[in-house]
């Protein structure tokens, strides 16, 4: 009987600890950009008039990767858009399932000394599966609510010109919901604004709640007092002396291109 008590406590220990182990929902490093639509991404470039570039691989000659082979990042530029034009390009992360213990991490840069301002929102649809962003320069579609802005007010030297992480936790979400994030390289009049960013190392995590946490460090403590008194005492039956065969002490120990 006291096993059978000591399994199903281990087995409610055990499910309430697995969850704050799991790995990133998600994490991409951009080794490789053309693989992203196989793994859920989506781009929608919906600048006007529309420009010669969307997202693309990393150019090492700007800057290199904040991690991993030095173009292994994303980028986009001022030709997303055509001269005097407004940018509006997305990059739509994979639909995942939210929640208000759900947190992005990002990190990204423009080059460095660039006068010619940036601006990059983070975005959340809560519409499942949808990628609808509009068809406009100025429309969001699905993706109304905005997470975080860097460089709101196109300060010229606002976006950062060395790789700086942001983190964004969600919140006000009625429960676990199934959406998507999205960036969005968002300029006006590439005659004025506008000139390259990247973005590398993006993760979404399921940050734990409190009450978890404390959940989880009751069950640890419970395993481990309940080893604990399991141990068996010298002299009893269940004790075995046994002696190592190998008690040895010695053991082996910008812009994509520059304006004219």
Sequence with gaps: MRNARRFVFTVIALSTIAPLLQAAALSEGFDDVSTLPGDGW???NNSAPLG????????????????????????ANF????DGGDISNWLILPELLLDNATQLSFYTRTEIESIFPDRLEVRLSTAGASTD?????STVGD????????NPTLDPFGY?????????????????TSGRLAFRYFVPDTLEFGNYIGIDTV??????????LALATCAMAWL????????????SADFHSVISPTARSDRATTRSAPRA
């Design 42 to 44: 989506l781009q929608i």
């Design 52 to 75: 010669d570039t969307d997202w693309f691989q990393g150019n090492t000659g700007i800057f290199p990767a904040q991690a991993g082979p030095e173009d292994s990042y994303i980028a």
């Design 79 to 82: 030709v997303n858009a055509q």
């Design 133 to 137: 962003v509009g068809t406009t320069a």
């Design 143 to 150: 993706f109304s609510t905005l997470l975080l802005t860097v």
């Design 160 to 176: 950062p010109s060395e790789w700086t992480q942001f983190t964004v936790l969600l919140s006000s979400l009625p429960g676990p």
């Design 203 to 212: 993760a979404v995590t399921p940050v734990p709640e409190p009450s978890c």
């Design 224 to 235: 481990l007092v309940s080893r604990r008194r399991r141990r068996p005492v010298k002299g």
